[in-house]
């Protein structure tokens, strides 16, 4: 696979996926890392908060015998604050790294950035556009926990017009067979059109659904979402639209027993804590893929460059 800059899901072929998987099973089964990536420089560069993204970035990047400069708050503390466009900044950061990780508020940011940028560009998230990584790393999940992803039944659940990890998500299923997607969402929050056309042309299943009870039981996957307040315009639309799918110990007592519960994080108050004890809660494993993926997304992109 040639691999540069790495902006939306739709870029990644079938047989792309199977090649980075396969990369980070074999990250896994070494005892240690190799330092591949001595001397490179990985930039993040972030104008939205992270923990699990920026960190993990990071984390890969040193595993892999590289360095690491960051301005984890760039909308305040890089020059942006002083006017700067992301243009210039990308312009700039090309001079001092070998790659650059950026999330940005804005939809469409990690694109306008590639446009402009010598090296390669990682879309860490842009506003409620796409989140590439993460949905490689949830996709890498679901193969590991159930062992495949041909035939596949998934509820998507919560913010899906703001959530852009859902929407990238959808995006790598629509590149396999058989799949059933049901999207729960209150109306105010319900999937954009154009994912839905996409999964239309590729005659994908999906169903759009208020209750979580009635497809819980006919699911392997149940993908909850946080109700991201940062999106909403109105606090009495955040505060009407937050609590209403809610995974605890009833919902999971209808989840089939070799269903998981996957979620992106952060949470706040959408799977209580009663459930993390449950063996099907796969969110904290899912957290910890994001290290193996996004080190071999970098050993891929800067590897023999
Ligand atoms: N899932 C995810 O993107 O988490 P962070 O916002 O903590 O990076």
Do not use: C, W
């Amino acid at each position: 696979m040639k691999l540069y800059h790495i902006i939306e899901s739709q870029q990644f072929n079938k047989k792309d996926l199977d090649e980075l998987f396969a990369k980070a099973d074999d990250i896994e089964k070494r005892s240690h890392s190799e330092s591949t990536l001595k001397n490179k420089i990985l930039i993040t560069l972030f104008y939205e908060p992270s923990t699990r993204t920026r960190l993990s970035f990071e984390s890969a990047m040193i595993k892999l015998g590289g360095s690491v400069i960051s301005t984890e708050n760039a909308a305040n503390f890089s020059s942006a604050a002083k006017g700067e466009t992301l243009e210039d900044t990308i312009r700039v950061l090309n001079g001092y790294g070998d790659v650059i990780v950026i999330r940005h508020f804005e939809s469409g940011a990690a694109k306008q950035a590639s446009l402009v940028s010598k090296i390669p560009i990682i879309n860490a998230g842009d506003g409620t556009g796409q989140h590439p990584t993460q949905s490689l790393l949830d996709l890498y999940t679901i193969k590991k926990e159930l062992g495949g992803i041909d035939g596949l039944s998934i509820a998507m659940v919560g913010d899906l017009a703001n959530g852009r990890t859902v929407r990238s998500l959808a995006y790598l299923l629509g590149k396999y067979r058989d799949i059933k997607i049901y999207f729960v969402a209150p109306k105010n929050v319900k999937m954009k059109e154009d994912i839905k056309e996409y999964l239309k042309k590729q005659r994908v299943f999906f169903e759009e659904k208020e209750n979580l009870e009635e497809v819980a039981s006919q699911v392997q996957v149940i993908y909850q979402t946080r109700i991201q307040r940062e999106r909403f315009l109105s606090i009495e639309e955040y505060e009407n639209t937050k609590g209403i799918y809610v995974i605890n110990k009833e919902i999971m007592s209808i989840l089939p027993k070799d269903a998981i519960v996957m979620h992106p994080l952060p949470r706040v108050d959408e799977i209580k804590y009663e459930v993390d004890s449950d063996p099907r809660a796969a969110y904290f494993r899912q957290a910890h893929n994001g290290l193996t993926i996004r080190m071999a997304l970098l050993s891929l992109v800067l590897e023999n460059r």
